[in-house]
């Protein structure tokens, strides 16, 4: 209960600079738990949707990436390219393109990866290798984006930590630590590979929509990831679909469509690290689901679960990190681009502690 006290009592100006008062700031707290859980469930739908088909025998996860970064490029691509000036596409893709190359090209291959885990490891693993995630972004955050975590950020991640050991213990209890297990080395070395690349590309939308604009970001992702997942897609030649499944795959895309638009937002009100940590949740959403669809067998340490990662979370975004906010050249486009209800909120991003990472990835981060 004590880690709940910096959320339920009012915090002063002073302690948190970022913030108009304690009201405002217990409320905004409130909106960055709620938004973290809607990214969390719309990761459930893709999973949902997976499993099904995968009991039809559908094994295609660069046709599933393709149709996201598909959608992306038809709606955040085009608004680029109907800017001018700065904005314009043709004038970002001049002096930036690689960068941009490099970003797709992690976020597609990571997708990749992952999905390709599965073939040769455990859930298990995979659950717990994941999460490698967190401790890579936080180092990239502090040498690219100078974060400067306090240590109640780290007991934070710990606190989560735990909440997801729980979540496998129940897993184990319940025999679902089954799996294929040929060549289990290759399967961790490609979830912990996944991990690194995510990491990569959360640090390059957290970059980017701090210092850029949301749209900037997605459009270059959907141009890329198009072209990336396409050409892995043409080369893979598989294409394993029947009528009976294409409302899978409509569900899958939508999910992965919204989570790639909403969680620019939530990276924009926290960091990448603290998305990924309320993503800890998702499995838990999706064992939940499994209840229903799969039979799967209840567990009280689901719900311990939930609570031990939830309350991890709250504390993370409790402190935020010592850094201030940026200029954001691009917010008034954001706004004509996206729905109010989307409109991010200020930052806490060191700008000039960026230049070095100008440098190295896009200048222009889900």
């Given at each position: 209960m004590m880690v709940l006290i910096p959320f339920l009592l009012p915090v002063s100006?002073?302690?948190?600079?970022?913030?108009?008062?304690?009201?405002?700031?217990c409320r905004r707290l409130l909106q960055t738990v709620a938004m973290g859980?809607?990214?969390?469930?719309?990761?459930?739908?893709?999973?949902?949707?997976?499993?099904?088909?995968?009991?039809?025998?559908?094994?295609?996860?660069?046709?599933?990436?393709?149709?996201?970064?598909?959608?992306?490029?038809?709606?955040?691509?085009?608004v680029l390219c109907t800017r001018k000036g700065e904005g314009n596409i043709l004038k970002m893709l001049r002096t930036k393109w690689w960068k941009y190359l490099l970003m797709g090209l992690a976020d597609v291959e990571a997708n990749y990866a992952v999905v390709k885990a599965y073939q040769f490891t455990t859930l298990t693993s995979i659950q717990l290798l994941d999460c490698f995630v967190i401790p890579v972004l936080m180092l990239l955050s502090r040498l690219f984006l100078k974060t400067r975590y306090r240590p109640v950020h780290f007991v934070a991640v710990a606190v989560c930590l735990l909440g997801v050991g729980a979540m496998v213990g129940a897993d184990i209890l319940a025999g679902?630590?089954?799996?294929?297990?040929?060549?289990?080395?290759?399967?961790?070395?490609?979830?912990?590979?996944?991990?690194?690349?995510?990491?990569?590309?959360?640090?390059?939308?957290?970059?980017?929509?701090?210092?850029?604009?949301?749209?900037?970001?997605?459009?270059?992702?959907?141009?890329?990831?198009?072209?990336?997942?396409?050409?892995?897609?043409?080369?893979?030649?598989?294409?394993?679909?029947?009528?009976?499944?294409?409302?899978?795959?409509a569900v899958y895309a939508l999910c992965m469509y919204a989570l790639y638009s909403f969680m620019p937002v939530v990276v924009k009100m926290t960091s990448a690290t603290a998305v990924n940590l309320s993503l800890l949740t998702a499995d838990l959403f999706?064992?939940?689901?499994?209840?229903?669809?799969?039979?799967?067998?209840?567990?009280?340490?689901?719900?311990?679960?939930?609570?031990?990662?939830?309350?991890?979370?709250?504390?993370?975004?409790?402190?935020?990190?010592?850094?201030?906010?940026?200029?954001?050249?691009?917010?008034?486009?954001?706004?004509?681009?996206?729905?109010?209800?989307?409109?991010?909120?200020?930052?806490?991003?060191?700008?000039?502690?960026?230049?070095?990472?100008?440098?190295?990835?896009?200048?222009?981060a889900l």
């Amino acid at each position: 209960m004590m880690v709940l006290i910096p959320f339920l009592l009012p915090v002063s100006p002073a302690s948190v600079p970022s913030c108009g008062g304690g009201v405002f700031f217990c409320r905004r707290l409130l909106q960055t738990v709620a938004m973290g859980q809607v990214l969390s469930l719309l990761i459930c739908g893709t999973a949902v949707s997976c499993q099904f088909l995968a009991d039809a025998g559908v094994r295609t996860p660069m046709l599933q990436s393709f149709l996201n970064y598909a959608l992306l490029l038809l709606t955040y691509t085009l608004v680029l390219c109907t800017r001018k000036g700065e904005g314009n596409i043709l004038k970002m893709l001049r002096t930036k393109w690689w960068k941009y190359l490099l970003m797709g090209l992690a976020d597609v291959e990571a997708n990749y990866a992952v999905v390709k885990a599965y073939q040769f490891t455990t859930l298990t693993s995979i659950q717990l290798l994941d999460c490698f995630v967190i401790p890579v972004l936080m180092l990239l955050s502090r040498l690219f984006l100078k974060t400067r975590y306090r240590p109640v950020h780290f007991v934070a991640v710990a606190v989560c930590l735990l909440g997801v050991g729980a979540m496998v213990g129940a897993d184990i209890l319940a025999g679902r630590n089954e799996g294929s297990t040929n060549n289990v080395m290759l399967g961790d070395g490609l979830v912990l590979l996944s991990a690194v690349l995510y990491a990569v590309s959360n640090l390059c939308q957290e970059h980017t929509v701090k210092n850029q604009s949301r749209v900037e970001f997605l459009g270059m992702m959907g141009l890329f990831g198009t072209l990336i997942s396409g050409l892995q897609l043409c080369a893979s030649a598989r294409w394993d679909t029947h009528h009976g499944t294409l409302m899978l795959f409509a569900v899958y895309a939508l999910c992965m469509y919204a989570l790639y638009s909403f969680m620019p937002v939530v990276v924009k009100m926290t960091s990448a690290t603290a998305v990924n940590l309320s993503l800890l949740t998702a499995d838990l959403f999706s064992l939940f689901c499994g209840l229903f669809l799969f039979n799967y067998k209840f567990s009280a340490l689901y719900i311990i679960s939930f609570v031990v990662i939830t309350t991890g979370f709250i504390l993370f975004n409790a402190f935020p990190t010592n850094s201030s906010p940026p200029e954001n050249r691009a917010e008034s486009d954001d706004h004509a681009a996206a729905s109010p209800s989307l409109r991010p909120l200020p930052s806490h991003i060191d700008v000039g502690a960026t230049e070095a990472f100008d440098q190295l990835l896009p200048s222009s981060a889900l």
